[in-house]
């Protein structure tokens, strides 16, 4: 009985556990579904690859107003950090000293002037001297002859012979005479000249020193503070001279900046290349934008670049001039510069959400017919938001933009059209070296009137 009963119960448990095998089986879950990715064709447009750089800010002149004659500081006639014009007056340094050296040199002058006059008196009267001595020649010649030929005849006396040869002889010693009379008289005339050029000097450095104790603005431009002020004795015309102030000019305004060696290279090959213009020989165009400015509303123009690297840093300098007529730009400011890295050529531009990294190489995923391919691309700098893919894409493929870490290659997805959106960063798509005419600084080869441009293949911006 027990044995009966303990073979129905292990047949139950066998169909129990048979029937929960089944009903499992029933429910096993369906397959998994297609992994969705969002899609978008990439961005086609003409671009140029504008690079970046920092910059500072600098005055095209800065001037340190000393002076140039010593003196006590009069008076002073501008208002701190107010913008002057060149030619204002700035300081005025107690000008009576000057004045009364100006009328002791001009009262040197009068006396020279007097002295010449009397030199060329006495000129006049050496000649006269020396007429009449001719004159008194010729007569003692005239008569030493005559007594001479009656001395022949027995006429005349030896005594008187003797006394017309005598009168003959003085008559030669006033010609003499009157001959040194006359060099003593030029000499004398040239050492009033010479008085003259000496007292002319003395007015002129005179003028010049009243003239300096005058100091007036030699560039236009915002003014510092007093650095002096009225009452205290100036120390001028040495290289110790006592600050006044400084000036710095405003408008236009220089950027300078520094590219490494890299970049300098990757210029030289556009150079060379004919790509892009050296800004040694062309003012290629540049933007600038400052830390609270969003974009880059400021432009110019490359003004200089250097003729070597700095040991130092390894790096080149080059410098910008930009328009400053708002008075915006200030000295010592810290810029964001773009400057043209590239002519303008056609771009395949994508997202960096598209891009996949595997060790040193970078990849997307395409879809073709809702299967994933990957493709190995090579990409450059980021333009209006989006990375410029240089090989791999043409930029008519379907292109995965959202879900990259989700597929993989030869997986089957759905796909959710998608957008990439080009965020414009304010510069220009394509750009034109600078005309001559709109130059911000003067061209010194136009004004030495030798319009002389060497290409330079050491260029770097």
């Known amino acids: 009985m027990n044995t009966s009963r303990l073979l129905l119960v292990t047949s139950l448990s066998l169909v129990t556990l048979s029937l929960i095998g089944c009903s499992g089986a029933q429910q096993a879950p369906p397959g998994r579904p297609p992994v969705t990715v969002t899609v978008a064709q990439p961005v086609k447009k003409k671009i140029v690859e504008w690079d970046a750089y920092t910059g500072r800010l600098e005055p095209i002149e800065f001037v340190e107003i000393r002076a140039r004659v010593s003196g006590y500081l009069q008076s002073i006639h501008f208002d701190e950090g107010q913008i002057v014009n060149e030619g204002d007056l700035l300081f005025v340094i107690d000008p009576r000293p000057f004045e009364a050296d100006l009328d002791a040199a001009k009262a040197a002058m009068a006396q020279a002037q007097s002295q010449l006059q009397q030199a060329n008196a006495g000129m006049g009267e050496a000649k006269a001297r020396q007429l009449q001595a001719d004159a008194e020649v010729q007569l003692a010649d005239a008569r030493l002859k005559r007594t001479r030929t009656l001395m022949q005849r027995n006429a005349t006396s030896d005594e008187e012979l003797d006394q017309r040869e005598a009168e003959y002889l003085q008559a030669k010693a006033n010609t003499e005479a009157a001959r040194a ?87 030289i090959r556009l150079a060379m290349s004919g790509e892009r213009q050296s800004s040694r020989v062309a003012k290629n165009p540049v933007f600038l934008g400052l830390v609270d400015e969003t974009g880059f509303p400021h432009r110019g123009h490359m003004d200089f ?157």
């Open 181 to 267: 009379g006359i060099q003593s008289a030029q000499a004398m005339i040239e050492t009033a000249k010479a008085a003259i050029q000496a007292a002319q000097a003395g007015i002129e450095t005179s003028t010049l020193n009243l003239d300096y104790s005058r100091i007036t603005a030699p560039v236009t431009g915002r003014i510092s503070r007093e650095y002096v002020t009225e009452g205290n004795l100036i120390n001028g015309g040495t290289t110790s001279s006592t600050l006044l102030t400084t000036i710095t000019s405003v408008d236009p305004i220089y950027c300078t900046f520094d590219a490494n060696e890299q970049e300098v290279l990757k210029y």
């Open 305 to 461: 670049v250097d003729n070597r690297f700095d040991v130092d840093t390894a790096s080149m300098r080059a410098r910008c001039v930009l328009d400053n007529e708002d008075q915006v730009l200030l000295p010592g400011m810290f810029a964001r510069i773009r400057i043209p890295g590239s002519a303008a050529y056609e771009a395949v531009l994508i997202p960096d959400s598209a891009i996949g990294t595997d060790q040193a190489s970078q990849y997307v995923y395409i879809v073709d017919d809702s299967i994933v391919q990957r493709r190995a691309v090579t990409v450059g700098p980021v333009v209006d938001g989006l990375r410029v893919v240089r090989s791999g894409l043409s930029g008519d493929e379907t292109l995965v933009i959202e879900g990259l870490l989700q597929a993989r290659p030869d997986m089957k997805v759905e796909t959710v059209e998608g957008t990439v959106e080009v965020v414009e960063d304010g510069l220009p798509d394509d750009y034109q070296t600078i005309p001559k005419e709109e130059w911000l600084t003067p061209d010194p080869d136009a004004q030495s009137g030798t319009a002389l441009h060497v290409p330079a293949t050491g260029d770097f911006s």
